[in-house]
């Protein structure tokens, strides 16, 4: 059974630093494009970050460019998002998302999501 499965989330200070993970199971990890969304309370999930399925193309949201990076290990079946600088408005659910044919940029069409982990920032 295919399963994307977060981790890393926690409580941390505006400022801070976090590292997001998601293990792939059941799939070809290696074979499919992956990203990172987030949700706050009341606002629609939005786009965070994508890599492609090699690992060497990848895209930024605006307001995450400089501070996140985004990153697979195809060896491990896992994606990771590095996050610094993290600001409250960084607060959220981040998902990660695969997709076999195209990028991880929209929400809708992707075949795989995570559960979700919890990222919250104090000011």
């Known amino acids: 059974q295919e399963q994307l499965v977060e981790s890393g989330g926690g409580l941390v200070q505006a400022g801070g630093s976090l590292r997001l993970s998601c293990a792939a199971s059941?799939?070809?990890?290696?074979?499919?494009?992956m990203g990172w969304f987030r949700q706050a309370p009341g606002k629609k999930r939005e786009f965070v970050a994508a890599?492609?399925?090699?690992?060497?193309?990848?895209l930024y949201a605006n307001s995450v460019l400089g501070r996140f990076t985004i990153s697979r290990d195809n060896a491990k079946n896992t994606l990771y998002l590095q996050m610094n600088s993290l600001k409250f408005e960084d607060t959220a659910v981040y998902y990660c998302?695969?997709?076999?044919?195209?990028?991880?940029?929209?929400?809708?069409?992707?075949?795989?999501w995570g559960q979700g982990t919890q990222v919250t920032v104090s000011s």
């Open positions: 998302a695969a997709n076999r044919d195209r990028m991880v940029v929209a929400p809708d069409g992707n075949d795989y």
């Open positions: 890599i492609g399925w090699i690992g060497v193309n990848t």
């Open positions: 059941g799939l070809t990890f290696s074979t499919y494009n």
